[in-house]
């Protein structure tokens, strides 16, 4: 069974930083691009970042690009989000995501974690 | 990036009711398209990849079509558990955007 556990969300001051981290099972992690996925209160959803499998291919969101960096670690099955300069818009509940591809061709994000929650407030 | 306007913002429907909703890219993103439901204080649940792939273990009155701009979701005979909000997500290049989303709700 796919299994994705995000953790290391809370309340930060605005300015501050946080790492958010996800830990992956129930799938061979290292040959899947992973993302992170966002939902400000009340929101909609919205695309942050995503890494390929090798880790060396990363995108950003433009909101939080030079801000947000998303790496992986293969031997550990865990993807990572260090955010920094954090701003009150940025208050969300993070979502770490698969992506699953089909016939080699076609994806879209197939698993979903349950989301760890970001508060940005002084 | 690519613009994901999607309709309606809601709409409200009873049991049994067949529901469509609309999602139009501001650019050709060929098939690269999916559907995903959110219940309340859940995680999003992939309902449809390609703009027309059933994902699995999704039921068979839920379909997509459409390719190139313009993409619709069918919800042949609306269930009580269909009450949810659906979006739609284009991953034909990035920034990978979504739909506003659309709030289903009781008649």
């Known amino acids: 069974e796919v299994q994705l556990v995000e953790s290391g969300g809370g309340l930060v001051q605005p300015g501050g930083s946080l790492r958010l981290s996800c830990s992956a099972s129930?799938?061979?992690?290292?040959?899947?691009?992973m993302h992170w996925a966002r939902q400000a209160p009340g929101k909609g959803l919205e695309f942050v970042s995503v890494i390929s499998t090798d880790g060396l291919t990363t995108y950003y969101a433009g909101s939080v690009k030079g801000r947000f960096t998303i790496s992986r670690d293969n031997s550990k099955n865990t993807l990572y989000l260090h955010m920094s300069s954090l701003r009150a818009e940025d208050t969300a509940l993070y979502y770490c995501v698969k992506e699953g591809v089909w016939f080699g061709e076609f994806s879209a994000f197939d698993y979903w974690g349950q989301g760890t929650l970001l508060t940005v407030s002084s | 990036a690519i613009q994901m306007t999607q309709s309606p913002s809601s709409l409200s429907a009873s049991v049994g009711d067949r529901v469509t909703i609309t999602c139009r890219a501001s650019?050709?993103?060929?098939?690269?398209l999916g559907w995903y439901q959110q219940k309340p204080g859940k995680a999003p649940k992939l309902l449809i990849y390609a703009a027309s792939s059933l994902q699995s273990g999704v039921p068979s009155r839920f379909s997509g079509s459409g390719s190139g701009t313009d993409f619709t979701l069918t919800i042949s005979s609306l269930q009580p558990e269909d009450f949810a909000t659906y979006y739609c997500l284009q991953d034909y290049n990035y920034p990978y955007t979504f739909g506003q989303g659309t709030k289903v709700e009781i008649k």
């Open positions: 650019q050709d993103i060929r098939n690269d």
């Open positions: 129930g799938f061979t992690f290292s040959t899947y691009a």
